[in-house]
């Protein structure tokens, strides 16, 4: 049973997300392949060969995590290209994507939009405002959330698109959802069993 939506630890537990270079698949363990957006300066053709074919792999359940970044990386035409390319083959594959996504919500929402994307989407770390949060929830997005948390976007969420994660923040699991779950009115264990649930709903659900 998998609850961590996103980490960059293997010993998480959880969906372990990786660049394409460093996938190096362990028995037991599920990933997401993709190119982070803080690197995309320099994306070689290599590195598109290695994420078209490890994207296939069995143990690969998701895409990601790709997305935009105003504060680091690429200038954004480059980076809006890339998601592109990741939001191609996350269709093609059938398989969700997990979306970094920083002062970018209404790009990341053109994007999907122009190309008409239709597999889960899932913005990860999610700390903003209801605000920004609100477009986002009304297209379909899962949230994911983590040690960093806006309370009032937690309860906009709805139940069935909230994910929790550990991110590269190096808590566990228990933790992230013990300091979520009271804002929502749940024990951590019950909060743990709704994510688990969504998560396996945003995974098996392709398009
Ligand atoms: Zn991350």
Redesign the pocket.
């Known amino acids: 049973m998998i609850i961590d939506a996103?980490t960059?630890y293997l010993n998480a537990g959880g969906i372990t997300?990786v660049e394409p270079a460093n996938f190096d698949p362990q028995p037991g363990h599920l990933y997401s392949v993709g190119i982070h957006p803080w690197h995309t300066q320099d994306v070689s053709n290599d590195t598109l060969q290695l994420l078209e074919q490890y994207a296939r792999h069995p143990q690969v359940v998701a895409i990601g995590?790709t997305g935009m970044d105003t504060l680091r990386g690429a200038p954004l035409d480059r980076q809006t290209e890339l998601f592109e390319h990741h939001l191609q083959l996350a269709g093609r594959l059938g398989k969700p994507v997990v979306i970094?996504c920083v002062r970018t919500s209404q790009q990341v929402l053109a994007a999907c939009r122009r190309l008409g994307v239709t597999v889960p989407r899932a913005i990860?770390?999610m700390r903003s405002n209801e605000r920004v949060a609100r477009p986002l929830i009304d297209a379909g997005f899962y949230l994911s959330f983590g040690p960093l948390f806006n309370p009032a976007t937690v309860l906009a969420t709805p139940r069935d698109r909230l994910l929790i994660e550990t991110?590269?923040s190096g808590q566990s699991i228990a933790q992230v959802a013990a300091a979520i779950a009271p804002t929502l009115g749940l024990t951590a264990p019950s909060l743990q069993a709704l994510a688990t649930a969504n998560l396996h709903h945003f995974l098996n659900c392709s398009s």
């Open positions: 996103h960059h997300s995590e970094h990860h770390g991110d590269d």
